[in-house]
Structure formats: structure tokens, C-alpha cells
């Protein structure tokens, strides 16, 4: 279809009848058009009779940034080199733009065309902000060792909008955000800290659209320190603790720690076969006096700790008790009279049948470890270096008063009287 005047021969034309003088305004709606959005380049200060219309999507009057040609009296419209399909002019000169896209971001130029075959030229800008996809958190690794590690945080996203960073769902700390780069895309962090361990996200937002990553959990390894073995998981000790004697004692280690340490435990220095946070004594005796060691090994960070405690009987053991075990056996049983609390500095001991005296001497105990037979054995008495006596296949004879005397290294003497009842056989 001819037309009286072609968009071409009009551009030809326009190029040396251009009035720049306009006062031509382009302004879009909506606003802060968003993709996909219908946009509307809306024209204002037009004036007089106009012939034609001619838009560009660009900076300057140039045959490569011609979107359309408009004709006025007749509603013609011919595309140019920069339609896209999306372009309609309207007969008031505006701009359509249907599912406006982000590249259609940037400068636009309405010239006019009046009777006179002058030219007014109005400028404009449009910006199309994108619909934006979620951003990816990279990191140069999720588990770094503290204090001697270096954590790099990347917000990925294709977008160029602006970034925020957020640590356990908060807006990341301003102390931290002086590790960021200029573009605040990548977070540097050296010689990481226990504290930054966390999830971490990022946000990309626009005018139009804010999109957030998913969390990223950072792992920060460090311990063990304050190593300290505390009594009954609980109670801070000391540097010694006093347990009474036959009674149970549990020794726990405590470190600060990520991950939790491995535990081993040494008793006077020799190591235990034990690799718990625990340890438990049963039955508190002598043996079980002496120096618990706990050391903490942490394999992430190759650091280690320990902590000791010393474990004695209480001055409530140091009197002495004598248990019939059993308490009350029967005729033909054996029973032992267990010694409980007996003094540490033993020189040697003596058990009796009756008062402590020569005739009914049961048994003794030399410095060397060995024992003799006194007047009273009667080959069924056996004496053991913890000062318990063992009488085997009790009769009923056996029943009665028995003496235990004991001297000490500084020659401290004791004695102590047990009464054992035997029962006769039914």
C-alpha cells in the first residue's frame, strides 16, 4: 500500500528540518513497569497538527534504533528495524508495549512531524525490572576450622539487581559487612569465628520483585577448651575429691567443642580402656585411690585438651569396720571378715579367737606379705593383705569374738572386735 509519505523518505526529510526546541516529554505507566508487564510510553507537550509520527528505542535519531512509523491520517504503522512485536502506536502519539521484557530497558525518542514539515523530538527512559529468580549462596566449604580458615560466601544470581545478606534470619551484623566486596556479592571472612557458624542467605531485590536464596549452614570447628571433670555430670570439683569407702563415684569430661571430642582417660598416668565421657567407680577402695587424667581430642581441628583430678578416701573411711560377708552364714559356708578403712601405712596385723592375746591367736601378718599360724589356727583360717580373714566351712564352734590389732608404720596400734554369729543347718 502507497502512503503520501513513507517512514524512510520522512526520516530522509526529518534529518535536516529538525527542531530540537520541543518541550516533548515521555514519561511510562506504569512507573516501575515489572516483566511482563503492559506498558504504556505516555507522551505529553504535543502541540499543533501533526502529520506522522516516528519512534526509537535508543540514544540518538538513527535508522537502527526505529521502532515505528506512524501516519496520522490514516492510522498506518510500519515497523522498522527495532520493533520487536510487542510495539503499537496509538494515534496520541503514546507507546504501546504488550509483555514488556527487560530488554526493552532504556532511552526512547518520540519525533513529531507537524504540517509544516517540522520536527520536535521528545525524550524519554523506561526501566523494566525483572521478575527474579532465586539466588544460589556458593561457598568455598561448609565446615572450616576456626581461627585458621578463610570462609568466602558467594550470592549467585543472573540478575544484576542489588544484593542483601541475611545470617540465621537476620540481616547480616554491620561489623560483618566490611568483609563484603564493593558489589556486596561475595563475603570474605579471615580467620573465621565460632560465632559466624550459621545459616546463611542472600536477597536480590528491585523496585519490583525481592527473591532470597535458600539457607546455606556453616559449620565452624573449634576445642576442645575448658576441659574440666566435673562429679556426677554436675558438680565442679575440685583438685581432689574425697569419696567414702564401698561407695560409687562417676567422673565426667567436659570440653567446649565442635564436633563433640573423643575422650580418653588415664588413671596414675596409665591409660584406660575407656572412650566415653564418663567414667564410673563402683565400689570405692584404697586401689582406687590416686590421679584421673582426661584428655579431649578433637580430630577436626587437631587440638586437644585435658584436665585431672585426684580421688581419695574420705577421713570418714579411715575408721576401721569389720563386715562378716556373709552376715549371717550357716554352718559348713565359709565366711570372710572383710576389713574395711584399714590404715594405709600397714606395718603388720594379727587376728584372735577371743580377746587379743597369744593363746588365741588366730593368725598374722608379717612386713614381708607372708603370714603365720598362731596357737588358735585351725587350718581353716587364711588372711589376706587388706586384713580380711577367710574362715572356711564354718561350724558352729566358730561362733563367737574375734580381734583384729594392727600396727602402722609409726607404730600406731589399733584394735577391732567383730561378733560372728553362725546358724546351725535346718
Known amino acids: 500500500m502507497k502512503m503520501p509519505l513513507t517512514w524512510y523518505s520522512w526520516f530522509l526529510l526529518s534529518a535536516w528540518i529538525l527542531n530540537t526546541g520541543a518541550e516533548i516529554s515521555i514519561t511510562p505507566e506504569p512507573a516501575q513497569p515489572a516483566e511482563g508487564d503492559n506498558v504504556t510510553l505516555v507522551v505529553h507537550g504535543l502541540s499543533g497538527e501533526l502529520l506522522a509520527y516516528n519512534w526509537y528505542a535508543g540514544p540518538t535519531?538513527?535508522?537502527?534504533?526505529l521502532v515505528a512509523s506512524y501516519i496520522v491520517s490514516t492510522g498506518d504503522e510500519t515497523p522498522g528495524p527495532a520493533h520487536t512485536g510487542r510495539e503499537a502506536v496509538r494515534p496520541d502519539g503514546s507507546l504501546d508495549i504488550h509483555g514488556a521484557l527487560p530488554g526493552h530497558t532504556g532511552t526512547y525518542i518520540l519525533q513529531t512531524l507537524n504540517r509544516q514539515f517540522q520536527t520536535e523530538v521528545g525524550y524519554g527512559h523506561m526501566q523494566v525490572y525483572e521478575i527474579l529468580a532465586p539466588?544460589?549462596?556458593?561457598?568455598?566449604?561448609?565446615?572450616?576450622?576456626?581461627?585458621?580458615?578463610?570462609?568466602?560466601?558467594?550470592?549467585?544470581?543472573?540478575?544484576?539487581?542489588?544484593?542483601?545478606?541475611?545470617?540465621?534470619?537476620?540481616?547480616?551484623?554491620?561489623?560483618?559487612?566490611?568483609?563484603?566486596?564493593?558489589?556486596?556479592?561475595m563475603l570474605t571472612r579471615?580467620?573465621?569465628?565460632?560465632?559466624?557458624?550459621?545459616?546463611?542467605?542472600?536477597?536480590?531485590?528491585?523496585?519490583?520483585s525481592v527473591s532470597r536464596s535458600e539457607p546455606l549452614n556453616l559449620t565452624v570447628y573449634f576445642g576442645p577448651e575448658r576441659v574440666a571433670i566435673l562429679q556426677d555430670s554436675t558438680t565442679?570439683?575440685?583438685?581432689?575429691?574425697?569419696?567414702?569407702?564401698?561407695?560409687?563415684?562417676?567422673?565426667?569430661?567436659?570440653?567446649?567443642?565442635?564436633?563433640?571430642?573423643?575422650?580418653?582417660?588415664?588413671?596414675?598416668?596409665?591409660?584406660?580402656?575407656?572412650?566415653?565421657?564418663?567414667?564410673?567407680?563402683?565400689?570405692?577402695?584404697?586401689?582406687h585411690e590416686g590421679t584421673y587424667t582426661c584428655i579431649a581430642k578433637n580430630s577436626k581441628t587437631l587440638l586437644s585438651g585435658s584436665a585431672s583430678v585426684v580421688v581419695k578416701l574420705s577421713a570418714a573411711a579411715v575408721a576401721m569396720m569389720i563386715v562378716p560377708v556373709p552376715t549371717k552364714p550357716t554352718e559348713g559356708q565359709d565366711v570372710t571378715l572383710t576389713v574395711q578403712g584399714y590404715p594405709k601405712d600397714l606395718l603388720v596385723y594379727a587376728w584372735y579367737r577371743g580377746p587379743a592375746?597369744?593363746?588365741?591367736?588366730?593368725?598374722?601378718?608379717?612386713?614381708?606379705?607372708?603370714?603365720?599360724?598362731?596357737?588358735?589356727?585351725?587350718?581353716?583360717?587364711?588372711?589376706?593383705?587388706?586384713?580380711?580373714?577367710?574362715?572356711?566351712?564354718?561350724?558352729?564352734?566358730?561362733?563367737?569374738?574375734?580381734?583384729?590389732?594392727t600396727v602402722t608404720l609409726q607404730g600406731k596400734t589399733d584394735t577391732l572386735e567383730v561378733e560372728l554369729q553362725v546358724a546351725p543347718l535346718e
Request: charged share 20%.
Open 135 to 185: 539466588p544460589t549462596v556458593m561457598a568455598n566449604d561448609t565446615a572450616l576450622v576456626e581461627r585458621r580458615d578463610t570462609l568466602r560466601l558467594i550470592c549467585s544470581s543472573p540478575s544484576p539487581a542489588e544484593v542483601r545478606w541475611f545470617f540465621n534470619g537476620d540481616a547480616l551484623p554491620v561489623a560483618v559487612r566490611l568483609g563484603m566486596s564493593p558489589d556486596g556479592r
Open 236 to 287: 565442679r570439683t575440685g583438685c581432689t575429691i574425697k569419696v567414702d569407702f564401698n561407695t560409687s563415684l562417676t567422673l565426667w569430661c567436659v570440653a567446649r567443642s565442635c564436633p563433640e571430642p573423643e575422650y580418653v582417660w588415664a588413671f596414675n598416668g596409665k591409660a584406660l580402656k575407656n572412650g566415653q565421657d564418663h567414667l564410673n567407680i563402683s565400689s570405692m577402695t584404697a586401689a
Open 357 to 405: 592375746s597369744e593363746p588365741n591367736r588366730l593368725l598374722s601378718q608379717l612386713p614381708s606379705g607372708n603370714w603365720i599360724a598362731g596357737p588358735a589356727h585351725t587350718g581353716r583360717e587364711v588372711g589376706f593383705a587388706n586384713c580380711s580373714l577367710l574362715v572356711q566351712k564354718l561350724n558352729l564352734t566358730d561362733a563367737g569374738r574375734y580381734t583384729l590389732k
Open 61 to 65: 535519531l538513527s535508522l537502527t534504533f
Open 190 to 208: 579471615h580467620g573465621v569465628r565460632r560465632e559466624e557458624a550459621g545459616a546463611y542467605q542472600c536477597e536480590v531485590w528491585n523496585p519490583v
